[in-house]
């Protein structure tokens, strides 16, 4: 236990953790600032100007368009060729529709804490995931070194039960600090919702799929940072970790797309580890094959494949498995040098 | 005495496509005593951190057996480890940490008493520099934080690489009588260095290691004894007789070095003898004297190190001797 404590006592006094929970503190309140500023509370007098304008709008689309029958159908009575001008009929077909201009296009944006909080859900959970990285990543690995881990070892000389325990400190600071930082986000775009946006239509159900969606964002996180962590002790040095996503990042989202565009793999974006964190956010992530659409046959309906949140979670799972096993095995065989 | 470390044919070897085998230690044996001083020396790349760190738990052998207090290693290592304390090479700390934050954290994990920081910190000289940033410390105040960190568990082994290693004068002479002050409080330290004026000063024995195994051993004055050779420098009133008095003396079984100025006998077994038959060849001693040998010429003669005119040795040129040839007293 004493060494449990030691390690989060380590990690808070750490300089990077400290700089990036700044850096991510400030990143996510300007977002959420900012975003207030976008969001405007819709009154009657709100609603009732675009109905105005969507009315208005619609009036005028409908004076231009007898304008124009009547140009063509005068420019037909002279004998000239009104179809290249005009398209068949002087545009008749065309007659403009009110349901063209709804009046929810003339209003100011609104946020709706319903339909829209999910989305930021995933913004703070790859905010919080990029911190849990670089935290993780320079937790072990500048301990690596800086000869921090060799000190500790010659302290605690049980190899697995040390980055057991760092590991164990890293994720419990990572999950303290999303459950914290998830509640002020919740509360901050429920406060921004509530004074300049809509908090209607939140039933229990909406609750508890929004509670789901922080679970799995929170999983998220600790994942992320447990890669990270597990990615520097592999390499003992943090610079290892931060080399892997990008070559990691490289060669999902740009070696594969090309390699399976070339190769005319269907649904190559199933490859592609993006699809899996999409899909685990959003609960599932639809992929289109519009090589099968017959426009010939009228309207296209491409093929679709699903891939779903638990397919992702199979995918990360092994990811973090295997990324841990590896880590633990080295620890445990290699030299300390 | 009872033996607080002992090691036996302890081997460790390193395989490498491009370098092939490389026996980092080769069968070494060491043993010290409990409450001694002893010197652990040897050439650079002789193996000494390699033995210190597979003692340790950081590296892990091929074979052999090694015990501290009494304990097989590395099976009873996280038993014994709150007894041992070590630095082994340069210090390293992590820069952004205070030397407090850095013994602190070290403490608890070691679940010491918060006032022991205070204390060995007094005990290495930074008690007014220890709230400042490790990164700021030169070598030196690095090196006292290093030994305060090793001395933080109060241990009965302490196990010190290099502990001189950018000390100041005064800081040597300090960190000398550190080191005699915790072998008479019943400590016993095992001292890496490569100053070994030094080692000859404050350590009762020592182990010399050279390309992986031992190369000698024993309490310090007993491994001079047994390379000092009998050395007598002789000088005579002309100079121009000295090649006269060589063949002489070789005639009579003495081995002869022709010095521009003087002589170097050796197998010397009585000075005296010398000049009563350089006297009956009406040769005439101005000096007579026998070259006391130190531990730098005996290190140097067992790990043939010594710097040739001319030659660029490398790092593994050094000498390996049969284990039966050692010389010292005790041990194995």
Redesign the interface.
């Known amino acids: 236990m004493?060494?449990f404590?030691?390690e989060l006592?380590?990690l808070g006094?750490?300089?990077v953790t400290r700089l990036m929970l700044v850096l991510l503190v400030l990143g996510l309140a300007t977002v959420a600032t900012a975003f207030s500023f976008s969001s405007e509370k819709l009154s009657p007098a709100a609603v009732a100007e675009a109905e105005a304008k969507a009315n208005n709008d619609y009036q005028t689309a409908m004076t231009e368009w007898k304008r124009t029958i009547a140009e063509c159908e005068a420019a037909a009575g002279r004998g000239e060729n009104t179809e290249d001008r005009y398209g068949p009929n002087c545009g008749k077909d065309y007659q403009p529709q009110p349901d063209m201009f709804e009046a929810k296009w003339y209003l100011p944006y609104q946020f709706d804490f319903r339909a829209e909080f999910p989305l930021f859900i995933a913004v703070f959970a790859a905010s919080v995931a990029l911190f849990g990285f670089i935290v993780g990543a320079s937790f072990v690995g500048?301990?690596w070194n800086?000869?921090?881990m060799?000190?500790?070892?010659?302290?605690?000389?049980?190899r697995l039960t040390v980055l057991g325990t760092k590991l164990a400190a890293l994720l419990t600071t990572v999950f303290g600090l999303t459950v914290v930082l998830g509640a002020l986000w919740t509360a901050a775009f429920w406060l921004i919702a509530s004074q300049r946006g809509s908090t209607a239509k939140m039933t229990g159900g909406v609750w508890q799929s929004i509670g789901l969606d922080g679970l799995r964002a929170l999983g998220m996180t600790l994942l992320v940072a447990a890669v990270g962590f597990a990615l520097a002790s592999l390499g003992r040095h943090t610079a290892m970790a931060l080399g892997a996503a990008v070559g990691i990042f490289a060669v999902s989202e740009i070696g594969i797309r090309i390699a399976v565009a070339v190769l005319g793999v269907q649904f190559g974006d199933r490859y592609v580890l993006s699809t899996y964190a999409q899909s685990w956010f959003l609960k599932q992530a639809e992929l289109f094959d519009y090589d099968t659409c017959q426009f010939s046959q009228g309207a296209c309906e491409p093929a679709t494949y699903m891939v779903t949140w638990q397919q992702s979670a199979v995918v990360f799972g092994v990811a973090l498995v295997g990324a841990l096993v590896a880590a633990f095995w080295t620890m445990r065989?290699r030299?300390?040098? | 005495m009872s033996a607080v470390l002992e090691i036996e044919g302890l081997r460790k070897t390193y395989r490498s496509r491009k370098r092939g085998v490389r026996h980092a230690l080769d069968g070494f044996d060491m043993r010290v005593e409990a409450g001694q001083v002893h010197g652990f020396l040897g050439p650079n790349g002789s193996g000494k951190t390699t033995t210190l760190r597979t003692l340790l738990g950081l590296i892990r052998p091929n074979g052999g057996r090694m015990a501290i207090l009494g304990q097989e290693l590395p099976h009873a290592l996280p038993a014994v480890a709150g007894q041992v304390g070590a630095i082994v090479e340069s210090p390293q700390f992590f820069p952004h940490f205070s030397a407090r934050d850095t013994l602190g954290l070290l403490a608890q994990a070691g679940e010491l008493p918060r006032q022991r920081v205070d204390e060995v910190l007094e005990l290495v000289g930074l008690r007014d520099r220890a709230g400042e940033r490790v990164k700021t410390y030169s070598l030196g105040m690095k090196q006292r934080l290093a030994v305060a960190s090793a001395l933080l568990k109060n241990p009965k082994l302490l196990i010190l690489d290099e502990p001189a290693n950018g000390l100041d004068p005064g800081g040597i002479r300090e960190m000398r009588g550190l080191m005699r002050d915790l072998s008479e409080n019943g400590m016993t330290v095992v001292l890496s260095s490569h100053i070994l004026g030094e080692i000859q000063l404050i350590c009762d024995s020592v182990t010399i290691i050279s390309l992986g195994r031992r190369v000698a051993f024993g309490p310090v004055e007993q491994v001079l004894a047994a390379h000092s050779q009998g050395s007598v420098r002789v000088r005579l009133e002309a100079v121009s007789d000295l090649s006269q008095a060589a063949d002489a003396l070789t005639r009579a079984g003495v081995r002869v070095a022709t010095e521009p100025d003087h002589l170097m006998l050796s197998g010397v077994d009585k000075p005296a003898t010398v000049s009563r038959l350089l006297a009956e060849q009406g040769l005439y001693v101005s000096e007579l004297t026998p070259v006391a040998v130190d531990l730098e010429s005996v290190f140097l003669e067992l790990t043939a190190t010594a710097p040739v005119p001319g030659q660029h040795r490398q790092v593994d040129q050094s000498a390996k001797v049969d284990q039966t040839g050692t010389a010292g007293g005790w041990g194995a």
């Open positions: 004493s060494l404590v030691t006592r380590r006094k750490r300089r500048a301990e800086t000869g921090g060799m000190n500790l070892l010659l302290w605690r000389p049980k065989r030299d300390i040098s």
